[in-house]
């Protein structure tokens, strides 16, 4: 009988020191947490909502289509902005690709753009390099690449280096060749200087 009445005061004492002690250990673990910070647990804080709102903007938008040739125009940016009208959009640090038929490939940088859907005309600007797999580079302040065919036209003068040497012209056309279906054109138009360099 004893025995049982010993059980029972241990019982009946562990019923009330068990829990005590889990409190404390909770309390203890609270005591030394770290401290939440509010203002750092708001990693997006900075983010101007009220600007958001007034200028829409997408951040790395990508453009890809088919062009009526055959051809393949893809446009990767940093961030774009459509019109009010949705008729066109605006990009920053741009880099576009134009594939044509003839299995060519010419890739374009430029520090902004903008996609015309009414005109069908991808405009680059801010100073565009472009790279051909035929192995030129060229650069010039502007240039027009059609999203329905594949074509390009530089705004104005351009320089480029090549297999023949270093080109300066007025303007750059890349277009499909009247005389041979399937084939396409990268010609330098206007006052041409070519300074030749032999194995370049």
Known sequence: MARLDTHSRLVAWLKVALPLTALAILSTLFLLADRIDPEAALPYADVDVEDRLREPRMTAPTYA????????ISVVAASARPSSDQSAASASEVLARMDTPDGSETVMLAAAAEIDNVARLLRL????????SAGYRIETDGL?????????????????????????ADKMTLSQDNQTPGAYLLVFKGNVKLVYQPGG
């Open 65 to 72: 289509g088919t062009t009526d040739d055959g051809g393949a």
């Open 125 to 132: 600007s801010g100073g565009v390099v472009i790279t051909t």
């Open 144 to 168: 027009s690449a059609s999203l329905d065919r594949s074509g390009l036209e530089s705004d104005g003068a351009v320089i480029a280096t090549g297999p023949p040497g270093r080109i300066v």
